[in-house]
């Protein structure tokens, strides 16, 4: 396929999402999911800038709205009801993330006294940090793209509101950590254990927002994020970021372009060494990636969207490889470029993955089909991930 063949798949595919979930149709009851819903604010987001029409503009902005309509309250089968951060109505609609957005599983949330059940947790409510890091990045794509720093002070104070819940100590001497995934109302852990790359996507998304929210600080007071990227950055000195899963390698690619991107721009960035441990934890993960990750497999064997994170990740690669063509000037800059030499190789493995899952006998699937919108909006970013990818 072609780029304009590309620009039209997207178009298509994000169309038929807006109108399958309910966002464009009223005979369609809103179906969101977090993650999702992030991906396809950026698709939006992306396809406007490449169209110029607005109708792209304003899903992305009606996107923003339902989900903090649908994921920032109770659910409808909760005894609870309204906004999750318990404020009134009107003052809800003002501060909409302040209590955190659901995942927006299936079912409810495990009850704090209930019996934890590994394979039900999956499909149970509650509220994941790296979903949330990941709202926050679409929103701050929209402020920029917009220009209206109201989304960025919303992400900034949901940074704020994650971050006091989900970061703990175990005893006042441990070192501080993340916990995976809370209940809805940020009350209590759901599962305890921390995410390997949660402090790495908190450090650099807040690094984001603050330097978004300094760039508009005319139109708004700046939020500081200091202290919050000051704890993230000590336990990123903690941590091995090495993965054979592909979707985490692909957002290893990620948060080291959105490094390079902040680094290369005329703030700067101090990312404390960051930005070659990721690159070399990509190359390490991609050396082992094929023994564990069959792509001879037939589809219904794999899990399409956790793939199509390593092409978007390794789209990033590309970009990573012209941003720094002729930039010689950042620390570790042969490492970097020979990381980048080592993942460039890996392209065609990220344009195999595409092409087969472009093939429409192959989303046919029941492992496609169980999961149908977080993958096709998915395989959209990987088609075109400008809108995701560019700060």
């Known amino acids: 396929m072609q780029a304009l063949e590309y620009n039209w798949a997207v178009s298509e595919i994000m169309e038929r999402f807006a109108s399958k979930t309910g966002l464009s149709s009223s005979r369609h009851l809103p179906q969101r999911y977090l993650w999702t819903d992030a991906f396809a604010v950026c698709n939006f987001l992306g396809l406007y800038r490449l169209t110029g029409h ?3 503009c304003q899903l992305a902005l009606d996107l923003v709205d339902q989900v903090h309509e649908t ?9 609870r009801i309204g906004w999750i951060s318990g404020l ?3 003052e809800g609609r003002q501060q909409p993330v302040i209590g955190g957005l659901r995942i927006g599983k299936e079912l ?8 934890y059940d590994e394979r039900l947790e999956w499909d149970r409510d509650g509220q994941y940090y790296h979903y949330l890091t990941k709202w926050m990045h679409a929103l701050h794509q929209v402020s920029a793209l917009t220009d209206d720093p109201i989304h960025n002070l919303r992400a ?8 006091r819940a989900f970061v703990h100590r175990l005893s006042s001497e441990a070192p501080k950590r993340m916990y995976w995934k809370m209940s809805i109302d940020l009350t209590y852990p ?3 254990s921390m995410g390997d790359h949660d402090p790495l996507d908190g450090f650099v998304t807040y690094h984001e927002l603050n330097r978004l ?4 600080s005319s139109a708004a007071a700046p939020f500081d994020l200091v202290d919050e990227i000051a704890d993230l950055a000590d336990m990123c000195r903690r941590t091995n970021w090495t993965t054979d899963d592909p979707l985490g390698i692909g957002g290893l690619l990620f948060d080291a372009y959105r490094i390079l991107q902040m680094k290369t721009d005329q703030d700067g960035l101090d990312d404390h060494g960051l930005l070659p441990a990721l690159l070399e934890s990509s190359c390490a993960g991609l050396e082992i990636f094929p023994a564990r990750n069959s792509l001879e497999s037939r589809a219904d064997t794999r899990l399409a969207f956790r793939e199509l994170g390593l092409v978007i990740g390794l789209r990033a690669v590309a970009k990573m490889n012209v941003l720094l063509d002729g930039n010689t000037h950042l620390e570790a800059h042969d490492t970097i470029m020979r990381c980048l ?3 460039m190789a890996n392209i065609p493995v990220g344009e195999a993955i595409k092409t087969f899952w472009l093939d429409p006998a192959n989303r046919q699937s029941a492992s496609w089909q169980a999961h149908e919108n977080i993958n096709i909006v998915m395989l959209a970013t990987s088609l075109e991930p400008d809108g995701f990818l560019t700060l």
């Not at 900034?156 to 971050?163: D, G, I, Y």
């Open 88 to 90: 009134e109505e009107a």
């Open 108 to 115: 409810g949330e495990r009850e704090r006294d209930q019996a």
């Open 341 to 343: 030499e080592r993942l």
């Open 54 to 56: 607005g109708k792209y």
């Open 213 to 216: 929210s300094a760039r508009q």
């Open 156 to 163: 900034c104070e949901l940074a704020r509101t994650a971050h």
């Open 71 to 79: 994921l920032g309250k109770h659910r409808e089968d909760d005894k």
């Open 190 to 192: 759901l599962i305890p």
